[in-house]
């Protein structure tokens, strides 16, 4: 299907975009690993980073945006590379730092200043990212936007479908955030049964939206019963649904490492019980 002028100016700013963004991190994480802040530019950051941006481009400049118009499935990828991938990567790379050094001075003091402890903006960011709050966010926009006419707008309409990618993303932003912590640090950090409660939950509820779809017997979105190629529409409606119940699993993955973490600190010896203690000539 050609694309419309739209869909090129969409995909023209979506690209300059991610190499705006890449350029001015990595000039940041140059200099600020060259200034000697080794904790915050780890390589393992900046790879992180790009591979989100990467993701970004994977979802909607490739093949896979143009095959989301004929088939759910290739929809549901796109999605989940937006949510699931690319959110969690950026953060990962911790990106406030390294894109404030990345700018001119003059450009960093006001791009910052949103973010300084009394300003409006952080105190809705902080309000935003508490894990009820989040998470009724993420999981609302979600499901709201399986609505079936809602959906079928996004598909009909290029603008609509912008929108809906734009809310996908910055609401799983929000999600990921209590658990990757980049910063600025905005709360204190919980017990880690909490966060991963919290991913659990989002684990069920992605289960069950992808158990919904997987087990309909009719289609959910007739833009598809008109467009889909090589495939029934049922079975790629089955398979969309599947893809998303299976991608459940993904949360497993930051369940597993924050009970590594929560191992980690609660094996590691207590300062009162450290091996020296007990030799200290001023205790006998």
Not at 46 to 74: M, R
Not at 258 to 274: A, N
Request: some cysteine; proline content about 8%; hydrophobic content about 50%.
């Amino acid at each position: 299907m050609p694309e419309s002028l739209g869909e090129l100016v969409v995909k023209s700013c979506v690209l300059v975009a991610l190499v705006v963004l890449a350029s001015v991190y990595t000039r940041g994480w140059r200099v600020l690993r060259h200034r000697g802040y080794r904790t915050i530019t780890g390589t393992w950051r900046l790879v992180g980073y790009l591979a989100g941006l990467g993701a970004i481009g994977l979802a909607l400049l490739s093949p896979i945006d143009e095959l989301a118009d004929a088939w759910f499935s290739a929809h549901m990828i796109q999605h989940l590379l937006l949510t699931m991938v690319a959110a969690p990567l950026l953060l990962l790379g911790n990106p406030l730092p390294p894109c404030l050094w990345g700018v001119p001075p003059r450009a960093r003091h006001a791009l910052g200043h949103p973010l300084t402890r009394q300003a409006r903006f952080r105190r809705m960011l902080a309000a935003l990212t508490r894990l009820p709050v989040a998470w009724l966010i993420y999981v609302g926009f979600l499901w709201v936007w399986h609505l079936p006419f809602l959906y079928g707008a996004a598909l009909e309409h290029e603008a609509v479908h912008v929108l809906e990618h734009l809310t996908f993303f910055a609401s799983s932003l929000i999600f990921w955030r209590p658990i990757v912590r980049p910063a600025p640090r905005l709360h204190p950090r919980l017990h880690p049964g909490f966060e991963i409660l919290y991913l659990v939950a989002a684990t069920a509820q992605n289960t069950a939206l992808g158990a919904f779809l997987s087990l309909q017997e009719r289609v959910v979105y007739q833009h598809y019963a008109r467009s889909t190629p090589g495939i029934d529409a049922i079975s790629d409606q089955t398979l969309a649904g599947g893809i998303m119940w299976i991608n459940g699993h993904m949360y497993l993955l930051p369940i597993l490492l924050l009970l590594w973490s929560f191992t980690q600190e609660t094996d590691s010896p207590s300062p009162s019980m450290s091996p020296t203690a007990g030799s200290n000539p001023k205790a006998t």
